[in-house]
Nanobody, 119 residues
């Protein structure tokens, strides 16, 4: 059973930085991709960034140039470095891990960590 443990959320002032971490455990297989999603009050969940096990990345337009996703495959851990944070970034950030196993995709989610950007 796969478990994702997130950390790094908190309260930060506009223009500040945070680093989110997410470690996947419980499987001998490495995720094919890991990513970060966020959901703000009254909004649908959206993809922030994801990274494949080969290092290919995608970012939401709203965070390009400010956020950086990285992955340590040996640790099955994904990071999201968030710089120049804006109040609009306030949301619950959830880690996702996607596995290819037995000819199908399986997605697992962390519990989420709150990021609040406010002065």
């Amino acid at each position: 059973q796969v478990q994702l443990v997130e950390s790094g959320g908190g309260l930060v002032q506009p223009g500040g930085s945070l680093r989110l971490s997410c470690a996947a455990s419980g499987s001998i297989f490495s995720p094919a991709a890991m990513g970060w999603y966020r959901q703000a009050p009254g909004k649908e969940r959206e993809l922030v960034a994801h990274i494949t096990n080969s290092g290919s990345t995608n970012y939401a337009d709203s965070v390009k140039g400010r956020f950086t996703i990285s992955r340590d495959n040996a640790k099955n851990t994904v990071y999201l470095i968030m710089n120049s944070l804006k109040p609009e970034d306030t949301a619950v950030y959830s880690c996702n891990a996607r596995y290819w196993f037995l000819n199908s995709w399986s997605d697992y989610w962390g519990q989420g960590t709150q990021v609040t950007v406010s002065s």
